[in-house]
């Protein structure tokens, strides 16, 4: 694990990148790597998250600027901007049920090929995907998802990268964190080892690659 700067980090993302943001509606995301990505204008972005937030926060902000090629979520009901974009055809967007979406990156965490799930069988869910019969019931074979970086955002981080989350800004954090190339995380505050209580840990040192300083 490494410390670097807000700029240091987004500097090592390219365009085009696939990206995992965590939070649920701006809750628990990185919101200082977002304004990075948005000044240095970082373009066709392949964003994972589970929603679009709203324009000018979280996510949102990077529809504000037209920097999303595609996108791989569960809503964008509250963001007009990312509506209109998919509806012009200038991004590309993938609309799954909740469940499925953070069992994808689970999946994809945890090196297994994907997740078998009856949500959607005998929907518009299942055109293309792959149907398994097990014990009579079908199955829809929903494939795991990876990404080039995760944006993480934690609570408490300390001096080596274990993480602890705040209530429900915990959200999709943790899955992300195990399902990216590169993960680079900011945390509200940054602790010297043992202050976060072994039991309190729930993403694992080893599986920060770069913390964003804070200061």
Do not use: W
């Not at 529809?63 to 509250?78: A, C, K, N, R, Y």
Request: glycine share 12%.
């Amino acid at each position: 694990m490494k410390s670097v700067s807000a700029e240091e980090a987004v500097a090592m993302i390219p365009n085009g990148a696939s990206i995992m943001v965590g939070g649920f509606m701006g809750v628990g995301t990185p919101e200082r790597l977002l304004d990075e990505l948005v000044r240095q204008k970082k373009t066709g972005i392949s964003l994972i998250s589970n929603d679009a937030a709203v324009p000018g926060k979280g996510v949102g902000k990077l529809f504000d600027g037209e920097q999303v090629s595609s996108m791989i979520g569960t809503h964008i009901g509250l963001n007009p901007k990312a509506q209109q974009q998919m509806l012009a055809t200038r991004i590309k967007v993938d609309l799954i049920p909740q469940g499925t979406f953070v069992e994808r990156i689970r999946s994809g965490g945890c090196g297994l090929g994907g997740v078998l799930t009856p949500t959607g069988v005998g929907t518009l869910v299942e055109q293309g995907k792959q149907r398994v019969e097990i014990n009579g019931k079908t199955f829809l074979l929903e494939t795991a998802l990876r990404a080039d970086f995760a944006l993480v955002h934690a609570f408490l981080s300390d001096y080596v990268g274990n993480l602890s989350y705040a209530l429900t800004a915990r959200n999709f954090n943790p899955v992300m964190a195990m399902a990216a190339d590169t993960v680079i995380v900011t945390a509200e505050h940054i602790v010297p080892v043992g202050v976060i209580a072994p039991d309190h840990v729930v993403t694992p040192g080893p599986l920060v690659d770069y913390l964003v300083a804070n200061g």
